[in-house]
């Protein structure tokens, strides 16, 4: 058990997660279409709490993706602006079925870069054959950019152009080279071991094994690990469990 943070501490941590998967708590956003509600701060199990689902396909059951260039700026209006390190004209949309912790296939939407669709849907191809649940996917553009806000709700996403966790330089997915999956399950573990997301840090604890966790070794590193990505799961210091990417940053 962590020793309880001083209150000065915890706001000195929450402004550091800011620029990154830890994210930083927004005056406020819009409320998420999720398959299922974010985990709550009860100890996990494998039955996520029941809500209304997004619209669901009953008898799918073959993986499907179809990408798309971004046509409307709008489509991005939170996550990008002037100054990125990538032109709209180089991000795609990918629209493809996954599965959610509702055993359920569902059509879900990332923003990518245009150079790496290719092996995402490869990998995303591979996490829908294992039958690895994931709890939603949507832009982060529908929390109006923040990565806080996507977190709660255990979003996974990759593409939003802001800097990487204590630093002034671009996170990996401000190019649209990263992806962040079920970031609840998979949290952002300070060096110190603070997390930031109350419902989601019984899952600090890595010796878990409920649906969506990723363990070192285990079949979602591995099918990152098959297109070259990396994971933050073996980061020193700070740990970002959620993260991969095209460069293991």
């Known amino acids: 058990m962590r020793a309880a943070v001083a209150p000065a501490v915890l706001v000195a941590a929450l402004a550091l997660a800011g620029?990154?998967?830890?994210?930083?708590a927004p005056s406020e956003f819009p409320q998420p279409p999720a398959s299922s509600p974010a985990p709550s701060a009860q100890p996990p199990s494998a039955s996520p709490p029941s809500a209304a689902p997004p619209r669901a396909h009953r008898h799918r059951k073959r993986f499907t993706a179809t990408v798309s260039r971004i046509g409307n700026r709008s489509q991005v209006r939170y996550s990008w602006h002037p100054g990125c390190p990538v032109a709209l004209s180089g991000l795609r949309m990918i629209t493809m079925t996954y599965r959610g912790f509702d055993h359920r296939v569902h059509t879900g939407r990332m923003v990518v870069n245009a150079a790496v669709t290719g092996k995402l849907i490869m990998v995303f191809?591979?996490?829908?054959?294992?039958?690895?649940?994931?709890?939603q996917m949507v832009p982060v553009d529908v929390y109006h950019g923040s990565d806080y806000a996507s977190i709660q709700a255990d979003n996974t996403s990759a593409f939003n152009c802001r800097n990487a966790t204590g630093s002034?330089?671009?996170?990996?997915?401000?190019?649209?080279?990263?992806?962040?999956?079920?970031?609840?399950?998979?949290?952002?573990?300070?060096?110190?071991?603070?997390?930031?997301?109350?419902?989601?840090?019984?899952?600090?604890?890595?010796d878990l094994h409920v649906p969506g966790l990723i363990h070192a070794g285990g079949k979602v590193v591995q099918a990152f690990a098959s297109v070259g990505w990396g994971w933050g799961g073996t980061w020193h210091g700070a740990v970002d469990y959620q993260h991969f990417s095209a460069n293991g940053r």
Request: net charge positive; aromatic share 12%; proline share 5%.
């Open 168 to 206: 002034s330089s671009w996170s990996e997915h401000a190019f649209g080279l990263a992806v962040d999956l079920n970031p609840c399950e998979n949290p952002y573990v300070a060096a110190d071991g603070f997390e930031a997301h109350k419902a989601c840090r019984a899952y600090v604890d890595r």
């Open 125 to 135: 191809r591979k996490l829908f054959a294992m039958r690895y649940p994931i709890r």
């Open 19 to 24: 620029a990154g998967c830890g994210g930083s």
